[in-house]
């Protein structure tokens, strides 16, 4: 099976059933909607989120909801953003490439990354 970079079925994901927890990263946990993300080619983004929310500045880490954005440039570089929700920015990461075919967007709310649609 090959990564679906197009990620073409997440908009199956709403609400959720089961929560995840990665090795790494026991305090976070993560949705049917993210574990999708991470097995599609994204889970550089997915623990790169979790690796800033664990250890990143406590501007980051002091946050109780994060929106957390993989924004695609033309060149085939990528900027992952972590904002408050009201769009002041606490975080930002460049990528010098990326072979990405999506922009993405995900919450932390809690202790748990989600997708916006299974809040």
């Given at each position: 099976?090959?990564?679906?970079?197009?990620?073409?079925?997440?908009?199956?994901?709403?609400?959720?059933?089961?929560?995840?927890?990665?090795?790494?990263?026991?305090?976070?946990?993560?949705?049917?909607?993210?574990?999708?993300?991470?097995?599609?080619?994204?889970?550089?983004?997915?623990?790169?989120?979790?690796?800033?929310?664990a250890y990143g500045p406590p501007?980051?880490?002091?946050?109780?909801?994060?929106?957390?954005?993989?924004?695609?440039?033309?060149?085939?570089?990528?900027?992952m953003t972590m904002d408050d929700?009201?769009?002041?920015?606490?975080?930002?990461?460049?990528?010098?490439?990326?072979?990405?075919?999506?922009?993405?967007?995900?919450?932390?709310?809690?202790?748990?990354?989600?997708l916006p649609s299974e809040r």
């Amino acid at each position: 099976m090959t990564d679906d970079l197009y990620l073409k079925d997440l908009n199956q994901y709403y609400c959720t059933t089961n929560h995840y927890i990665h090795p790494l990263f026991p305090k976070i946990r993560y949705t049917d909607g993210v574990q999708y993300i991470l097995r599609n080619g994204y889970s550089w983004f997915v623990t790169d989120s979790m690796s800033v929310i664990a250890y990143g500045p406590p501007r980051v880490r002091r946050e109780p909801f994060l929106v957390i954005k993989l924004n695609l440039r033309y060149d085939g570089t990528a900027q992952m953003t972590m904002d408050d929700g009201n769009r002041n920015i606490k975080y930002r990461q460049n990528y010098a490439f990326t072979d990405a075919k999506r922009a993405l967007e995900i919450f932390y709310e809690n202790g748990v990354l989600l997708l916006p649609s299974e809040r």
